[in-house]
């Protein structure tokens, strides 16, 4: 009976050390794991930062001081009146945002100009990817879908010539898919209501399948032609490629 307490009690305290062993060695493992991690949280930051002013200063390797120029003829122009890319700019990051503040911009060399090569200018203290829709243009994609208003897409937007702003001047952004191919919203609705059973609206938005079926069904009996025409009525059913209707 002693022999077989003895055998429990050591059983008992082999698995109590092998637990703690195991709590230890899982520590460690998940500690390794958090630094590995961290390190590597730190080297895309680094890596991302790197990228960022790489970019910013690519305009500069591939500027063209004749960009700048006017014709042939013309009087040159005086330097304060020179906008991006012909100019670069050193701004206050301690600026409050949303409040003015003054830039120091130089002309940048091989680009001629009248006056001062350095120059005070003031602008809206905000980064670039901040400025209103108004003050860059966005590329517009033509594989988006506009019927689907909600959902966005990413593109690339450059903030315009004139505008100073904080950060890289080119951007991803997330916008509307607006693009058009010049397709009629009152169009498509008045032959959906007077046509719409010949599939004469389907053919108009591209839909050259579901036009077919319509004009061999004389429009489904005409549930399929009312129900088209509430369809385009309520913005639901555009154009086969996604394009918006005017």
């Known amino acids: 009976m002693n022999m077989y307490l003895v055998i429990d009690r050591r059983f008992v305290a082999f ?113 670039c990817f901040l ?18 208003l909600r959902k966005l897409h990413k593109t690339n937007c450059t903030v315009h010539n004139d505008v100073l702003c904080l950060g890289n001047r080119h951007f991803a952004k997330n916008i509307r898919c607006n693009w058009t191919r010049g397709s009629k919203y009152f169009t498509a609705l008045i032959l959906s209501v007077t046509l719409g059973g010949f599939g004469v609206d389907r053919f108009y938005l591209g839909h050259w399948q579901e036009g077919i079926g319509k004009l061999f069904s004389f429009g489904g009996l005409g549930v399929w032609t009312v129900i088209d025409a509430i369809l385009i009525s309520i913005g639901f059913l555009g154009t086969s490629d996604g394009s918006l209707l005017l």
């Open 131 to 148: 400025t209103d829709q108004w003050e860059h243009d966005c590329m517009q994609k033509t594989t988006c879908n506009s019927v689907q």
């Open 15 to 127: 698995m109590f050390v092998s637990l703690i062993t195991n709590h230890i060695k899982y520590s460690e493992t998940a500690i390794n794991n958090n630094m590995e991690s961290n390190s590597k949280s730190l080297k895309q930051n680094q890596s991302s930062s790197d990228n960022f002013l790489q970019a910013s200063h690519d305009d500069d390797k591939t500027f063209d001081p004749n960009q700048c120029g006017l014709p042939k003829g013309h009087p040159l122009m005086e330097c304060s009146a020179l906008n991006y890319p012909c100019i670069k700019c050193t701004y206050d990051m301690s600026c409050l945002y949303g409040e003015f503040s003054n830039a120091t911009c130089d002309v940048k060399n091989g680009v001629e100009c009248i006056g001062s090569r350095q120059f005070q200018r003031q602008f809206m203290c905000r980064y």
